[in-house]
């Protein structure tokens, strides 16, 4: 096993805590367990304007919800601003960076030129070598990293193999705007020095940036962490994520009631694999992690094999944990699909009781809770429209008939009440069917619901008779 490895998960607090955000931190998180290691947390808050206390407790609430503990206290990327202008002092006076006073107006020429001529437009250098008395009067200037002009810089980027950049390609690079505030690439390789990061593992978006960062690394004399960019996220149509295909927070996730390790176990899949294996427990996710086994191809979210995933998840969680998980995301749903009575503890009891029947075909915990509205309703029930047509007049006579050998039933149990009703149903010659379906929309005021017997005994003989004669009386 290797020891020191340091990763860190490293968002930008402008938002809340996406998809892929959650994938990338789950991949830092998994190669830091597989190898002994830590994962440290950063928040990227250099931009003032746009970082917001509430994306941060979102970022911190996502990831203690998948469970993605992190190590240490989060560092706050703005707080150590004095330390990056330190590390620009330094370069400035090693001859690694200088004073650039272009004004707006200057570069848009020469990005005007580059384009005119088919060249990049980057920075040409005009104060690279310039004599500091030329410095006109008045103007503050940013400092620009003196960027190696020849040959290339190559980084072996554990992903996406070698990647070469020619360095005439890659300008000067602002590190301290004329503010006196630092820049991102600058921040990023101060913080992850300090902090000790072995392994920068992040989306490919960022992949431009990983060859400017290991300039400044060279330039300072620290080594370079190892490099691993992870193909981004699309949706399932190949096309750029956005929110249709699942571009949401993870809070939303959370909301939709889908549990964080079907979650956790639908993420590592996406971009990297063990075989054929699709379900995997956290420990074999860790046994099993490396940044070799991830691919190079962007992967595509999917909402039906998540929900499926979801579904396997809810079928392994006992019922009472289950029921408990459900409670907890009713403050989150909208009004409309909060069922009445959720603070009585007797309904919540019925809906442990109902889970067997409930987390069977169920692919989310508001779908557990949609099925079991039963067990919150107040008398009379609210008869939808298809269970109100199975409450004809001859149905309502079969459920006035059932009422009898119910009433004497003296055991109410699931086993019982089938026995009753499966005589009655022979007797009457009558398929089941014909006694099930309209009892089941006396009861539930629906046409779907767990098996008919486990509704009659979950909500025991005193609801159930009532219910039913609510509709026959």
């Not at 980027?157 to 820049?183: E, F, H, M, W, Y």
């Not at 909301?255 to 427990?281: C, K, Q, T």
């Amino acid at each position: 096993m290797t020891h020191g490895v340091v990763t860190r998960f490293a968002p930008s607090p402008t938002g809340f805590l996406h998809i892929g955000g959650a994938r990338t931190a789950l991949f830092n998180w998994l190669y830091a367990k597989a190898k002994g290691g830590q994962m440290l947390l950063r928040i990227e808050d250099t931009d003032r304007q746009r970082s917001t206390p509430e994306a941060i407790d979102a970022i911190l609430d996502g990831l203690s919800w998948l469970e993605l503990e992190w190590d240490g206290e989060p560092v706050y990327q703005h707080r150590r601003a004095d330390r990056h202008r330190e590390v620009v002092d330094r370069l400035l006076s090693e001859g690694n960076a200088y004073k650039c006073y272009a004004t707006p107006q200057e570069l848009e020429k020469m990005r005007e030129c580059a384009r005119a001529e088919g060249r990049t437009a980057v920075y040409d250098g005009t104060w690279r070598d310039r004599d500091p008395a030329d410095a006109p009067a008045g103007v503050d200037p940013v400092i620009r990293f003196k960027a190696p002009r020849d040959g290339e810089t190559v980084i072996d980027d554990q992903v996406q193999g070698k990647v070469a950049v020619a360095n005439k390609d890659i300008d000067d690079l602002v590190i301290l705007r004329s503010d006196g505030s630092p820049t991102y690439n600058l921040a990023v390789v101060a913080d992850d020095h300090d902090m000790g990061v072995t392994h920068v593992i992040r989306g490919a978006d960022h992949l431009t940036n990983a060859t400017r960062q290991a300039q400044i690394y060279t330039a300072l004399g620290w080594d370079w962490p190892v490099f691993a960019h992870v193909p981004l996220i699309h949706g399932s149509d190949g096309a750029k994520l956005s929110k249709r295909h699942g571009a949401l927070g993870i809070a939303a996730y959370r909301a939709m009631g889908y549990l964080p390790e079907a979650l956790r176990n639908y993420l590592v899949r996406l971009g990297w694999s063990h075989g054929d294996d699709e379900i995997f427990s956290t420990a074999e996710m860790i046994k099993w992690f490396d940044l070799t086994e991830i691919g190079r191809s962007p992967s595509r979210f999917d909402f039906s094999k998540l929900e499926n995933l979801n579904g396997h998840y809810i079928r392994r969680t006992d019922d009472e944990t289950l029921a408990a998980m459900v409670r907890a995301i009713i403050p989150e749903l909208p009004d409309e699909e909060r069922p009445p009575n959720t603070g009585n503890e007797e309904s919540w009891r019925k809906l442990s009781q109902a889970m067997p029947g409930l987390k069977e075909r169920a692919k989310t915990l508001v779908e557990i809770l949609d099925a079991g509205r039963f067990v919150f309703a107040s008398r009379p029930l609210e008869i939808n429209e298809a269970a109100g047509k199975l409450l004809d007049g001859d149905a309502c006579n079969v459920l006035r008939a059932l009422l009898q050998p119910l009433e004497a039933l003296q055991e109410w149990s699931a086993p019982e009440v089938e026995a009753v009703i499966r005589e009655f149903a022979d007797k009457s010659g009558l398929k089941l069917g014909k006694v099930a379906q309209p009892l089941r929309a006396a009861l539930t005021g629906r046409t779907t619901s767990p098996g008919i017997f486990d509704v009659l005994a979950v909500l025991g003989k005193e609801e159930s008779l009532a219910r039913i004669r609510d509709q026959v009386s």
